[in-house]
């Protein structure tokens, strides 16, 4: 995949988080529909970091593995921010209760502008 293409990709699906992280959590659907959308975005910016870091990742390792190297290289800023946002997917991926789904959707609001770093990152990194 072309690096424009996964970075339209990855922006298109953040403005999409962002535009449920604006509907009232007291709304039916909310909270599940965030967490959707983050789960989403999530996958296209760790594809993205695949596409963007390719030469200096081992194939075949998970989302997970993939940007704890990111992490632990330097690309990605704000360790705390994506700590939290990878323990918020774990949570999302494997349980669901109604306080956890609320925990995950607070860390979502809480930590989304990484994913907005992330791509200004990547803009930075493809020739205009």
Partial sequence: MEKTDILNQLSRSYQKLLEALKTPASQPLAIDGTIRRFECTYEIACETIIVFYEQCL?????????????LKQGWLKNHEVWSALIESK???????SEQLAKDVYEAVKKNHHAFD???S???GMTPQ
């Fill in 58 to 70: 081992n194939k075949g390792n998970s989302h997970n593995k993939c940007l704890r190297e990111a």
């Fill in 90 to 96: 774990s949570h999302a991926s494997f349980a669901y």
């Fill in 117 to 119: 770093n992330l791509i």
């Fill in 121 to 123: 990152t990547c803009k």
